[in-house]
């Protein structure tokens, strides 16, 4: 089977717009790129994770619009352009996209990612770098959390360095089940993972089972009444989140009500500007300090019932 892309070069205004026009009219994906990609203009963009960009396209944005081969490529432009009032269908090209070299190009962009001193992700279509190491194998997928992150990275090194054979351990907004599974291979008892994106528990549930860690995913309602105790109801030794910063603020009381008397709280998805305004919202329930950081992203950290800030990384 082969497919083809459609590739439209537009103003900035227009880029979100056309590209949900697009889906609309029968293309199977859109992406928008910067069209001076590989120039002295392009522009990187970057956000929290989960999150659109402040500009949420370039200033010379380039969509591109995967269709089936037999499908009317102009029509559908014709379609889109249309519906956001276009005065004229935008000029676009066409190129071929072969079945397998779909699945190589999409293949040759993960690699093994190493993490910590001893933990690798390893997509399912390469061997593991080091037989010995703690390994996970994860495919990148819907849900967020592949260990590319420095939030996600920030959080397995710190389940690295504290290990806690026998824990129990609350992962919330699991994504892919990533900290939990590093939780469960790094000896951890009862773990748990929570996140409101039903894709994201199917997508956890199904790498815990790959991986084979023992771990029981929820959505926030069937968490709220799981029909076990400790979990409905009940604390954790750990409890690890990697959101955003407003969420986490928001969610201060719950999250610092599920930490068990000396227990441990992370969190990331934090930008370093924005530590001292998170930890401000947890500072009524427990201390934070920050961990590390990593690329201007860090982790907070602290235990239930001690009235010190713990020292970062390294101190």
């Known amino acids: 089977m082969s497919w083809t892309e459609v590739v439209i070069e537009i103003a900035r205004e227009h880029a979100e717009a056309l590209s949900d026009a697009l889906m609309e009219a029968g293309a199977l994906s859109v992406s928008v790129e910067d069209a001076d990609e590989g120039t002295e203009q392009e522009n990187p963009q970057f956000g929290e994770p989960g999150m659109v960009p402040t500009e949420a396209a370039w200033d010379r944005s380039r969509v591109v619009a995967l269709t089936d081969v037999d499908a009317d490529q102009a029509a559908i432009v014709a379609e889109a352009a249309a519906a956001i009032k276009l005065p004229a269908p935008p000029a676009f090209s066409v190129r071929s996209v072969a079945d397998e070299d779909w699945v190589r190009l999409t293949q040759s962009q993960f690699a093994p990612i190493h993490i910590g001193k001893n933990i690798w992700v390893v997509p399912s279509w390469h061997e593991a770098p080091d037989p010995t190491a703690l390994i996970l194998e994860l495919d990148p997928g819907l849900a967020f959390g592949t260990g590319s992150h420095p939030t996600t990275r920030l959080c397995m090194e710190w389940l690295e360095a504290h290990p806690a054979p026998g824990a129990s351990v609350l992962d919330y907004g699991c994504g892919s089940g990533i900290l939990a599974m590093v939780a469960k291979k790094m000896g951890a008892g009862d773990v748990a993972g929570v996140d409101i994106d039903p894709q994201a528990i199917e997508s956890a549930h199904d790498n815990a089972t790959r991986n084979q860690c023992e771990i029981d995913f929820y959505l926030p309602d069937s968490f709220a ?81 001690s009235d010190t800030v713990p020292a970062a990384r390294g101190q």
């Not at 030794?237 to 599920?258: E, T, Y």
């Not at 000396?262 to 934090?270: D, E, K, R, T, Y």
């Open 225 to 305: 009444v799981s029909a076990k105790p400790q979990h409905a109801t009940g604390r954790f030794d750990i409890v690890v989140a990697n959101i955003l910063s407003s969420p986490l603020k928001l969610m201060a009381p719950m999250l610092a009500g599920r930490v068990a008397p000396g227990g441990a709280l992370i969190l990331s998805g934090v930008l370093a500007r924005q530590a001292e305004e998170v930890a401000e919202a947890y500072a009524p329930y427990i201390k934070l300090g920050v961990w590390a950081e990593q690329d201007g992203w860090v982790a907070l950290h602290g235990r239930l019932g």
